[in-house]
C-alpha cells in the first residue's frame, strides 16, 4: 500500500502552500468597536429577517470578541406553529458542530498527558480493525480527526439508519473495503472522527460522554451542553427538528445521535457555546487560567488534508482535527458547519488573529441561514458592508443537496417498462438473507406484497412494491418520503432469490445480501 509523505514533511508543505494562498486581511486595528457595534446591529437586523421571511423556524447567535460575549439573543420559535420563542438558553442539537467541541475534549486529555494525538488506536483500542492490517497497526487519533483513514465517508452511518448501536457500528468498520489509500485522501467520516474519540477516552476507564462533561463541559460551567440525547430530550427549551413539507417548515421527525455523539451528537445552547468559543479565542485559556494547553489546542487548526475550495467564497480550505481550516476573502479562520438532514444547522466560525467568532444555531434543514448570516456578519466587521447576498447563495447550496438525487431517482423509476414483467410468487423472494457488514435481513410476505426488514432483530422495515421482473422499489428516507429506491433479487434455477440488494444501503458496495437457509 503507497503511504502518502509523512506527517511532519505534509505539515510544512501544506502550511507552506496556505500562507501562500493567505490573503491579507483586515488588520486588527480597523476591526473597531464602533465598527463591530454597527455589524452587531445590522447583524440582528439579517437574523429577524430571515426569521420573518421563513428562512428557518428558529435560531440562536453567540458572538464574542476578545475574552467578552457580546451578542446572545435567540430569534423566532422553538417549533413552527407555536408561540414558545428561542433564546440564549434553548438548547439545540448542534449536529457536525460537535466534531470540532469533540476535539476540544481530546485537545484536554493530549494536554494532560491521557493520550497524544499521535496515539496509535491499536494501543488504546485493540479491538478495533480497518479492512486491511498495515493500516490498522499505524492508525491514530490524528489520522481518525483528519479524516485521513480511508474510511469511506459514510462507512457507519447506514448501519446506524438501521438501527444499529455505537460499538456495533465500529466493530463492522471493519469490512467496509477502504476509499483511498492510508493517509492519501480525505473523506469525511462520522464513525472514523467517533473511534478517535471513543479510543482517546479508553485510557480514562470512563465513557466518552462523562470525559466530555469532566474535560469542557462542567470546567466552562457548560450546565446545558450534554453528548447523551436522553439530556436533550429532558430540557423543556429545546428546539425541535424542522424539514420542509409542501413547502412549509414541520417538525416532523426526531433524530437520536448516540451512536456517533462525538461527530453529531452534542446538544447545546447559544451561551453555552460562547463560553467555548472564548476557550478557542484564548488557545486554551479560560477566565485567567489555563485549561488546556496551546500546544494540544494549536494541533487542531495544523491545515492537514485539503477540502479543495469554499463552494460560495471561493476561499481555499483544508481539514484540520475537527476543524475546518480556511484561507479566504477575509484572512484566516477556523470554522465548521453541522447538519442534519432531518432538520438542523449549525456553524462556528472564528478569526483567530482578530480573537472574534461567531455561532449560530438553527433548527430547519436544508437552509444557508447559518453561513449566510456569518459571512454577513465578517463583510461588515471586515468591510463596513455586505458585499453580497450570502444567504441567497448558501440556500442554492443546501437546497441543491436533496433536489437532484430525488429527481433523478424518480425519472429512473418513472414508470416501469410497458408491458412490465410479472414478479415470481412471492415464496421466491421470502427468505433470511445476510452478509457481515449488515447482518441478517428479512423478506416476508405482507397483504399483497413484501416487506423487507433490516438492522438487528429486524428494528427497521420497508414496504416492497413491485415494479418490474424481480426489481421491487421502496421509499426509505423520512426527510425524502418521495424518492424512490430499488431492491433487486437474482433468482437461481430452483425459482428461488438466491441474493438481493438493496439500493439504499449499497453505497459503498456492500448492500448484496445472500440466502441463508430457508
Request: negative net charge; aromatic residues 10%.
Amino acid at each position: 500500500m503507497r503511504l502518502n509523505r509523512n506527517l511532519c514533511d505534509w505539515r510544512i508543505w501544506v502550511c507552506i502552500a496556505a500562507l501562500a494562498l493567505w490573503p491579507r486581511a483586515a488588520s486588527a486595528d480597523t476591526i473597531t468597536p464602533e465598527r463591530i457595534a454597527v455589524a452587531l446591529s445590522k447583524l440582528e437586523a439579517l437574523a429577524q429577517g430571515a426569521v420573518a421571511d421563513g428562512a428557518v423556524p428558529g435560531l440562536a447567535i453567540a458572538v464574542v470578541h476578545d475574552d467578552d460575549v457580546i451578542f446572545l439573543r435567540g430569534f423566532g420559535h422553538r417549533e413552527a406553529g407555536k408561540p414558545e420563542a428561542v433564546d440564549a438558553d434553548t438548547v439545540f442539537q448542534i449536529a457536525s458542530l460537535s466534531k470540532p467541541v469533540s476535539a476540544t475534549v481530546v485537545a484536554a486529555l493530549v494536554s494532560d498527558g491521557t493520550v497524544s494525538w499521535d496515539s496509535k488506536i491499536a494501543d488504546l483500542d485493540p479491538a478495533f480493525r480497518l479492512a486491511d492490517p498495515y493500516p490498522t497497526s499505524q492508525l491514530t487519533v490524528r489520522d481518525l480527526f483528519s479524516h485521513r483513514s480511508g474510511l469511506p465517508g459514510t462507512a457507519g452511518d447506514d448501519l446506524e439508519d438501521i438501527g444499529y448501536d455505537r460499538a456495533e457500528i465500529l466493530h463492522r468498520l471493519r469490512f467496509v473495503p477502504p476509499s483511498s489509500s492510508f493517509r492519501a485522501g480525505y473523506s469525511y467520516s462520522n464513525f472514523g472522527l467517533t473511534e478517535g474519540a471513543v479510543a482517546a477516552a479508553m485510557p480514562t476507564g470512563k465513557p466518552w460522554e462523562e470525559v466530555a462533561e469532566e474535560k469542557l463541559y462542567r470546567p466552562l460551567g457548560m450546565a446545558s451542553t450534554s453528548s447523551r440525547h436522553s439530556d436533550f430530550v429532558k430540557h423543556a427549551d429545546r428546539a425541535a427538528l424542522h424539514i420542509k413539507v409542501d413547502g412549509a417548515w414541520a417538525a416532523k421527525i426526531e433524530r437520536d445521535p448516540d451512536a456517533q455523539a462525538p461527530a453529531g451528537g452534542v446538544s447545546s445552547t447559544a451561551r453555552d457555546l460562547s463560553q467555548w468559543v472564548r476557550l478557542i479565542l484564548g488557545n486554551g485559556v479560560y477566565a485567567g487560567k489555563t485549561l488546556i494547553s496551546a500546544d494540544a489546542l494549536d494541533q487542531t487548526h495544523v491545515p492537514l488534508m485539503t477540502r479543495g475550495k469554499n463552494p460560495v467564497s471561493g476561499g481555499e480550505s483544508f481539514y484540520g482535527l475537527g476543524w475546518n481550516v480556511e484561507f479566504g476573502r477575509h484572512g484566516l479562520s477556523w470554522g465548521h458547519a453541522g447538519a442534519f438532514s432531518v432538520g438542523a444547522r449549525t456553524l462556528v466560525t472564528i478569526f483567530p488573529r482578530e480573537r472574534l467568532g461567531i455561532v449560530i444555531i438553527a433548527n430547519a434543514f436544508p437552509t444557508g441561514v447559518p453561513e449566510g448570516l456569518s459571512d454577513s456578519f465578517a463583510d461588515l466587521v471586515f468591510k463596513g458592508s455586505v458585499q453580497k447576498d450570502w444567504v441567497k447563495a448558501w440556500d442554492g447550496i443546501y437546497a441543491g443537496m436533496f433536489g437532484p438525487v430525488v429527481e433523478a431517482a424518480k425519472a429512473t423509476y418513472a414508470a416501469p417498462p410497458s408491458p412490465a414483467r410479472p414478479s415470481r410468487p412471492a415464496s421466491a423472494y421470502a427468505g433470511r438473507y445476510a452478509n457481515d457488514f449488515f447482518g441478517n435481513a428479512v423478506v416476508a410476505s405482507a397483504g399483497d406484497g413484501l416487506v423487507l426488514k433490516v438492522g438487528p432483530a429486524g428494528a427497521r422495515s420497508y414496504s416492497l412494491a413491485h415494479y418490474d421482473g424481480d426489481l421491487f422499489l421502496t421509499f426509505p428516507d423520512a426527510e425524502t418520503p418521495d424518492r424512490p429506491t430499488g431492491v433487486s433479487f437474482v433468482v437461481g434455477p430452483d425459482g428461488k432469490a438466491s441474493a438481493m440488494t438493496i439500493g439504499f444501503l449499497d453505497e459503498n458496495h456492500l448492500g448484496t445480501l445472500r440466502r441463508v437457509g430457508d
